[in-house]
T-cell receptor, first 113, second 112 residues
Framework: SAVISQKPSRDICQRGTSLTIQCQVD?????MFWYRQQPGQSLTLIAT?????????ESGFVIDKFPISRPNLTFSTLTVSNMSPEDSSIYLC??????????FGAGTRLSVL | EDQVTQSPEALRLQEGESSSLNCSYT??????LFWYRQDPGKGPEFLFT???AGEEKEKERLKATLTKKESFLHITAPKPEDSATYLC?????????????FGKGTLLTVNP
């Protein structure tokens, strides 16, 4: 499986600011995804990061709040914009294989004050 | 809408005490059921994929089984290092092509 690195691993931010999370993979992958894991809740897909085109967002998530970039087949970023305490969560990137298996990074633990 | 329900929410076992975790699901058409293990401070680690009813997969002390409505993760003679949150997810044949829908997980604690 691919090695997935996420930065930062954790951060504490002030409300109203934005944070960009990076996801680097050690091999080229077609499918990359961004998830949110809120306390006591299930992992929820935010969007699919498409290389060379706009990300595909799931219901309840919008590009203005969670802009995503995918400049190549090994890298993606997720920005959490205009943060509020409700955005405090773990954000994870994953990569998908042809067998539909997804492998996850270690996550970014975000606290918004 | 796809639904995944895991039970129990938390399970505490003594070392060597075998048990099972349950994952009930509702999908229009199952294209895969996935089990992950998640340790504190880490991302989910892939364990198994099951695709059709009757299928079984094993890895060390873990065995996953699948029926048309649910999956079980059987843990035989668990050790303290098996303590983790176990997540179940499904991929539906309809909707977003590669979307996984996750349950909330079962927190397993194995005491020595």
């Amino acid at each position: 499986s691919a090695v997935i690195s996420q930065k930062p691993s954790r951060d504490i931010c002030q409300r109203g600011t934005s944070l960009t999370i990076q996801c680097q993979v050690d091999s080229q992958v077609t499918m990359m995804f961004w998830y949110r894991q809120q306390p006591g809740q299930s992992l929820t897909l935010i969007a699919t990061a498409n290389q060379g085109s706009e990300a595909t967002y799931e219901s309840g998530f919008v590009i203005d709040k969670f802009p995503i970039s995918r400049p190549n087949l090994t890298f993606s970023t997720l920005t959490v914009s205009n943060m509020s305490p409700e955005d405090s969560s773990i954000y994870l990137c994953s990569v998908g294989t042809e067998q539909s298996i997804q492998y996850f990074g270690a996550g970014t633990r975000l606290s918004v004050l | 809408e796809d639904q995944v329900t895991q039970s129990p929410e938390a399970l505490r076992l003594q070392e060597g005490e075998s048990s099972s975790l349950n994952c009930s699901y509702t999908v229009s058409g199952l294209r895969g059921l996935f089990w992950y293990r998640q340790d504190p401070g880490k991302g989910p680690e892939f364990l198994f994929t099951l695709y059709s009813a009757g299928e079984e997969k094993e890895k060390e002390r873990l065995k996953a089984t699948l029926t048309k409505k649910e999956s079980f993760l059987h843990i035989t003679a668990p050790k303290p290092e098996d303590s983790a949150t176990y997540l179940c997810a499904v991929r539906d044949s309809g909707g977003s092509n590669y979307k996984l829908t996750f349950g909330k997980g079962t927190l397993l604690t194995v005491n020595p």
